[in-house]
């Protein structure tokens, strides 16, 4: 998978740092999507750490073998790949309220976005499994235009939104299944409106239009073999706005635990619930706009900024660049040298914050 960069465009952007900090290095192993056991306990304090470690990039190519477009996962045959779109659920991220969503362990992919001052929600991307139930289902934002066309057109579940909105996502690739316009949702009796709207991907993908394709690779991928050259980093804060991030990684699983604004984060599945986790952190720093409609924060996707990865215990610093909704994303160590950071195989969570100092702090 190639990414196609204004050269213009890459003289303007940011850079990595120094490479004389240490490294650890870990080697990548084949993984699955099955959570890995770990405790579902979190410290309800922030440790702190400098952002100005850098790494040395690992060396990828994602295309050696035939994968999970989302997860980037090895199958034996293009057949395991699930003949179906992407499909997005925009799902409410308020502080206790909702807790504990449904589904988030059974995504590819989640986008953390700031939507509103203090406030944030959930862009949750389904493809190699489903989840039943999913919710609470919320209102989307124009810019989940930009942030998600690069799933190739994929199904957007929402709740609906002021007209604006409703008229940017009616107008652009994103395929509408707005609550408004779609069966298939239900209300919880056990929850408060607004927040106690649900459904399932069985229903929602069942509402596929059939001219509709599966979605394409938008990360790069290390292969089996390679390794994650990185600075030690276990402990992990995030600050988008009102709502504090915390992510704890787990030697023996090679996965990353959350907690929020100082609780175990906690989903709901088909059978119990259990503790928030992901293979990868990617925290991709954004300039945040006003939307010239309704005032709410607009997260600028496209462009340049820095990034941080955080794999296997280690963090990788960089820069990401991406100039047109439909590319993937690109993350590289510098923008002139553009060696790509890859990701461990497996899920992705990715958090947006502001583009501010302090917003991300890490520790070993």
């Keep these: 998978m190639g990414l196609l ?52 990039a690992a ?86 235009i930009n942030l998600l066309l690069s799933l190739n057109r994929p199904l957007f579940a929402w709740s609906g939104g002021n007209r604006a909105v409703t008229r940017a996502i009616e107008g652009s690739e994103l395929i509408d299944l707005s609550f408004q316009r779609t069966s298939g949702y239900y209300r919880r009796g056990s929850r408060s409106a607004p927040n106690d709207l649900y459904s399932s991907t069985e229903v929602l993908w069942g509402h596929t239009p059939d001219d509709s394709q599966g979605p394409t690779q938008v990360f790069e991928y290390l292969r089996a073999g390679d390794a994650v050259i990185g600075s030690p980093a276990t402990d992990i804060t995030i600050q988008l706005d ?26 709901e599945t088909s059978i119990g619930v259990e503790q928030v986790w992901t293979r990868n952190v990617v925290v991709m ?42 590319e993937p994303f690109g993350f590289f160590d510098t923008a002139e040298d553009l060696n790509p950071l890859g990701l461990q195989p497996g899920r992705t969570w990715l958090e947006i914050p502001r583009n501010l100092d302090g917003v991300l702090d890490w520790s070993e």
Aim: hydrophobic residues 30%.
């Design 59 to 144: 060396t990828t190519t994602s295309n050696d073998v035939t994968r999970m477009p989302l997860t980037g996962e090895p199958v034996d045959d293009e057949s395991e790949i699930p003949d179906r779109p992407a499909l997005v659920v925009k799902i409410s991220n308020a502080p206790s309220s909702v807790l504990p969503q449904a589904g988030l362990n059974s995504a590819d992919i989640v986008f953390h976005e700031v939507i509103n001052d203090n406030a944030s929600r959930l862009a949750v991307v389904f493809h190699s499994r489903g989840s039943d139930p999913i919710g609470p289902i919320r209102s989307g934002r124009t810019q989940d």
């Design 5 to 56: 960069i204004s050269a213009a465009l890459i003289a303007a952007s940011c850079s990595g740092g120094d490479d004389s900090a240490a490294s650890t290095t870990i080697a990548i192993t084949t993984t699955t999507t099955t959570p890995p056991s770990s405790t579902t306990t979190s410290s309800t304090t922030t440790t702190t750490a400098t952002t100005t470690t850098s790494v040395s």
């Design 285 to 326: 720093m954004a300039d945040y706009g006003r939307n010239q409609f309704d005032g709410n924060p607009e997260a600028q996707v496209l462009g340049s900024n820095p990034v941080f990865i955080f794999s296997g215990g280690t963090v990788r610093s960089g820069t990401w660049l991406r100039f047109e909704p439909t």
């Design 242 to 267: 009102g709502i504090g991030s915390r992510w704890r990684y787990d030697a023996d699983s090679n996965g990353y635990y959350r907690s929020q604004n100082g609780v175990v984060h906690n989903t």
